[in-house]
């Protein structure tokens, strides 16, 4: 079945720099959402992108869909310890709300202040 | 408002024993998903449902695993026989609409099986 592949497993960053995680498939994706799961917490809904070449910022997080529909990354810029978590990419089929969604393994992100 | 809640937070089973996980979605949302995740790992889909119609269970592990929304609302996953590898967390989710939408998590049911 579909899988999305993510790296880095893990990220050390010192706080203030920045982090980027990448999720890459195989396949072209229909569309590709991102999620931020803190320690002992659920996943929450950060975005979704559909369109190729998509670029959508949310204050610090900027968010990218490959032009070939084929990746996706997560940059923040200027970490904060609130940035602490794992961020997982999601691809689904047919929507969102529709179908279940595939993970990536995420990338878990560890702040040192 | 409130979010899509789980219950109960923590089950502890003896292997063997039958589990039922109840979720309470979002009031109105159609669409309601159940996902297990393992330490460490990313959430994998489990079942789908539309209403009360289950459309997708490709994702449950064994016939061990049934859900149920009997009346579009409140779902259960129930789990029979446990197995010490039915050990995660397992997540509920909805959503108020068929495409294009975000799915609301809750705050999931830790299963041990001892």
């Known amino acids: 079945g579909q899988q999305v592949m993510q790296i880095p497993q893990y990220q050390h960053v010192q706080e203030g720099e920045d982090f980027t995680t990448y999720c890459n498939s195989s396949t072209t994706l229909s569309n590709i959402q991102w999620y931020k799961q803190r320690p002992g917490g659920h996943p929450v809904f950060l975005i979704q992108l559909v369109k190729s070449g998509e670029v959508k910022k949310q204050k610090r997080l900027t968010f990218q869909f490959g032009e070939a529909k084929k990746n996706s990354s997560l940059h923040i810029t200027a970490t904060q310890t609130t940035d602490v978590g794992t961020y997982f990419c999601?691809?689904?089929?047919?929507?969102?709300?529709?179908?279940?969604?595939?993970f990536g393994k995420g990338t878990h992100l560890i702040i040192q202040p | 408002g409130a979010g899509v809640s789980q219950s109960p937070r923590y089950k502890v089973a003896k292997r063997g024993q039958d589990v039922a996980l109840r979720c309470d979605p979002i009031s109105g949302h159609v669409s309601l998903f159940w996902y297990q995740q393992a330490l460490g790992q990313g959430p994998e889909f489990l079942t789908y449902f539309q209403n009360e119609a289950q459309l997708d269970k490709s994702g449950l592990p064994s016939d061990r695993f049934f859900a149920e929304r009997p009346e579009g609302s409140v779902s259960t996953l129930k789990i029979q026989r446990t197995q010490q590898e039915d050990s995660a967390v397992y997540l509920c989710?909805?959503?108020?609409?068929?495409?294009?939408?975000?799915?609301?998590f809750g705050p999931g049911t830790r299963l041990t099986v001892l």
């Open positions: 999601a691809e689904s089929t047919v929507g969102g709300g529709a179908d279940g969604l595939t």
């Open positions: 989710a909805s959503s108020p609409m068929t495409h294009y939408n975000e799915q609301f």
